[in-house]
């Protein structure tokens, strides 16, 4: 059975950083392209940030870009997701999915952008609250 479990979220003050943590379980992680998701107050989930297998593509939602990086660790089964000069706007509930499998047909990005989330897809997620 796969389960992908996120932690790492927390109140932070605007301008500061968060790691947030995807561990995968029942699954070969680098045979996926994992993504990070967020649902903010009152809003549709959105994509934030995907990475392929074998870290060859990143997409990042221009609404992180160039202010947040996207990693993995396979032998800890792990996707990191660390956002730096947080904004009261990244406020949210985070989760991460399998997006696809790798290698795939379709871009990173695609997959990324249009992502429709199978019924049951939503763990618990991890609350980030930026406020000061």
């Known amino acids: 059975q796969v389960q992908l479990v996120e932690s790492g979220g927390g109140l932070v003050q605007p301008g500061g950083s968060l790691r947030l943590s995807c561990t995968a379980s029942g699954l070969t992680l680098n045979y996926h392209v994992i993504g990070w998701f967020r649902r903010a107050p009152g809003k549709e989930i959105e994509e934030v940030s995907c990475?392929?297998?074998?870290?060859?593509?990143?997409y990042y939602a221009i609404s992180v870009a160039g202010r947040s990086t996207i990693s993995r660790d396979n032998a800890k089964s792990t996707v990191y997701l660390q956002i730096d000069n947080l904004k009261p706007e990244d406020t949210g509930t985070y989760y991460c999915?399998?997006?696809?499998?790798?290698?795939?047909?379709?871009?990173?990005?695609?997959?990324?952008?249009?992502?429709?989330?199978?019924?049951?897809?939503w763990g618990r997620g991890t609350q980030v609250t930026i406020s000061s």
């Open positions: 999915a399998v997006v696809g499998d790798f290698p795939n047909v379709r871009t990173t990005s695609a997959m990324c952008r249009s992502f429709v989330a199978p019924s049951g897809t």
């Open positions: 990475i392929s297998g074998g870290d060859t593509t990143k």
